[in-house]
């Protein structure tokens, strides 16, 4: 139903907003670009989102692209966040 539909969307929203903001917390003790990339990190959680699809029925490639384009965005986040740091 839609309004369930709805909660779900609102609870998806909330989830990534708290991933977000445990995602500046942490950015706060990187102080170079390679600990920013992390990209044996990356992908460490992609593989890991993947498997947690494959577990939940449901479309790792669509996880998996979900979960890219959010990291992405952090990481420029975080890169923003450095630069500002180092004035």
């Known amino acids: 139903d839609k309004q369930e539909i709805d909660k779900t969307d609102d609870e998806i ?4 907003s708290k991933r977000s903001h445990l995602v500046r917390q942490a950015a706060l003790f990187k102080n170079s670009i390679e600990e920013v990339k992390a990209e ?3 992908d460490y959680i992609l593989q ?3 498997h947690s699809a494959i577990q939940a ?3 790792p490639n669509m996880i ?5 384009i959010m990291i992405n965005e952090m990481v420029e986040t975080e890169y923003q ?3 500002t740091r180092r004035g």
């Open 57 to 59: 029925d449901v479309s």
């Open 13 to 16: 929203v909330n989830l990534i």
């Open 48 to 50: 890991k989102v993947r």
């Open 64 to 68: 998996s692209d979900l979960f890219k």
């Open 40 to 42: 044996d990190r990356v």
């Open 81 to 83: 966040n450095l630069e």
